[in-house]
């Protein structure tokens, strides 16, 4: 019974980490979808916050 117990220990254990490499993967999955859209929405943000317009505006 113990060496039963102990199997089902280690599957849960395992079990934590299926789940953190499946929430990885979906970012990753996500990220390469909208890569385009990230890739401007970082742009855009960089430029106003280092445009002398927004300093100046302050």
Known sequence: MKKKDAF???AW???GTLEVIIIIAVLI???LLFREN?????ARLIDKVFTSSVIDGL
């Open 8 to 10: 089902k220990r280690v």
């Open 29 to 31: 999955t996500i990220a």
């Open 38 to 42: 990230i890739i401007s929405f970082a």
């Open 13 to 15: 254990d395992g079990f």
